[in-house]
Each structure stands twice: as structure tokens, then as C-alpha cells.
T-cell receptor, first 112, second 115 residues
Framework: DQQVKQNSPSLSVQEGRISILNCDYTNSMFDYFLWYKKYPAEGPTFLISISSIKDKNEDGRFTVFLNKSAKHLSLHIVPSQPGDSAVYFCAAKKAAGNKLTFGGGTRVLVKP | GAVVSQHPSWVICKSGTSVKIECRSLDFQATTMFWYRQFPKQSLMLMATSNEGSKATYEQGVEKDKFLINHASLTLSTLTVTSAHPEDSSFYIC???????????FGPGTRLTVL
């Protein structure tokens, strides 16, 4: 049972435009959400996170939106840059414990 | 800051041998470290949670006698794949939880190939 899903396996976007990555979850016990970026043969790099008490968190070009009622979050990258080309994973955590549950990832390709 | 290293970065071994992978938090202390496994084009799957000074907690379906975890200090956890077989070939990634921010920082991963 996949509790965190990223339904788009890949995304292609032109440089300078917005990249929107989506993530859905099923477990209402999740209360903290994170986005990681991963290059091939490397470990994930933390990008941005959001607590369930918020609906938006912004850090530079990255903004994460959370819709608790829909159990949906999204990551916006604007403007997209070629260096943003990577696989992006969303992850969720419950209040109790430190275990992260990852989505399947979305491969982003930013075309110059 | 918040750098996690893994050693080795890649290893090739013969079937039946054991392989040890080290995970170190270089500039912070981590009472909790995590070991993940990633198959090609798939997500990261948590194998076990490693707690400093106590036994690791394994996820369902992960053989604790095959994947030995030791977390002897606040900056080092090791994963030993015992009697490795070709199906153990995978990308193993560790993460360390920074105590004060509660953020997990990931190592660069170790590519294991069992012949």
C-alpha cells in the first residue's frame, strides 16, 4: 500500500518557466512533509519542508503548498533552471517517530 | 554544514562474502540514522532505523540477520550485508537525523554489486 504517491513519473519544462510537482498521500497521521532532490548515483538533498499547520512555505525559487483536506502537496520551482534537472521525491512523516515515507519520485528535465 | 558521508561509494564482491558500509555524520551528532535501499527507477525504501547505543529497528520484510546494523557512536553507523547474493545488488543510502532541526540529511549512497 503506497501511502505517498507521485503520479507523474516525469516532467519536462522550458528554462525560465514554472515546474509544478505534485504529491498525494493517504495517511492522515502524516503531519510533516519534505521535498528532496536527487541526482543519479547520489543521495537525496533536502530542499524544503512544510508542517501540517501551514499551507505554504517559500524558500527562494522553491515553494511548497499543502492542501490538508485534499491530502495533496505540490512543489513549485520558478524560474526553472537546467541545473534543476533531477529526480524529486516528496516524503511524509508522522508526528510520532522519525520515519520518512517516500513517494516514487518525479524526474524533471529543464530544457535550455 | 550537515554533511553525511558513506564509505565505500561503490563495491563489487563475490557471492557469499560480507560487505560493510559506513555512514558518518561529519559535522553534527545523530542519535538516529536510517538505512535505505533503492532499486533502479524506484523510490527509497526504508530498511531499518539505527539508534545509537541500542538495537536497530527493522522494517517488515527486512532480514535483521542478513543486514547487520551497528550504531556505536553519535556519528557512525554501519550496515553489514552478510553472505551477499546477486539479489542484494542495489544502491544503499543512509541518512542521519540532526538532533536540533529534526531534519534528515542523506549520504551519497553506496552502489553494491554482487557477482
Amino acid at each position: 500500500d503506497q501511502q505517498v504517491k507521485q503520479n507523474s513519473p516525469s516532467l519536462s519544462v522550458q528554462e525560465g518557466r514554472i515546474s509544478i510537482l505534485n504529491c498525494d498521500y493517504t495517511n492522515s497521521m502524516f503531519d510533516y512533509f519534505l521535498w528532496y532532490k536527487k541526482y543519479p548515483a547520489e543521495g537525496p538533498t533536502f530542499l524544503i519542508s512544510i508542517s501540517s499547520i501551514k499551507d505554504k512555505n517559500e524558500d527562494g525559487r522553491f515553494t511548497v503548498f499543502l492542501n490538508k483536506s485534499a491530502k495533496h502537496l505540490s512543489l513549485h520551482i520558478v524560474p526553472s533552471q537546467p541545473g534543476d534537472s533531477a529526480v524529486y521525491f516528496c516524503a511524509a512523516k508522522k508526528a510520532a517517530g522519525n520515519k520518512l515515507t517516500f513517494g516514487g519520485g518525479t524526474r524533471v528535465l529543464v530544457k535550455p | 554544514g550537515a554533511v553525511v558521508s558513506q564509505h565505500p561509494s561503490w563495491v563489487i564482491c563475490k557471492s557469499g562474502t560480507s560487505v560493510k558500509i559506513e555512514c558518518r555524520s561529519l559535522d553534527f551528532q545523530a542519535t538516529t540514522m536510517f538505512w535505505y535501499r533503492q532499486f533502479p527507477k524506484q523510490s527509497l525504501m526504508l530498511m531499518a532505523t539505527s539508534n545509537e547505543g541500542s538495537k536497530a529497528t527493522y522494517e517488515q520484510g527486512v532480514e535483521k540477520d542478513k543486514f547487520l546494523i551497528n550504531h556505536a557512536s553519535l556519528t557512525l553507523s554501519t550496515l553489514t550485508v552478510t553472505s551477499a547474493h546477486p539479489e542484494d545488488s542495489s544502491f544503499y543510502i543512509c541518512s542521519a537525523r540532526e538532533i536540533y532541526t529534526d531534519t534528515q540529511y542523506f549520504g551519497p549512497g553506496t552502489r553494491l554489486t554482487v557477482l
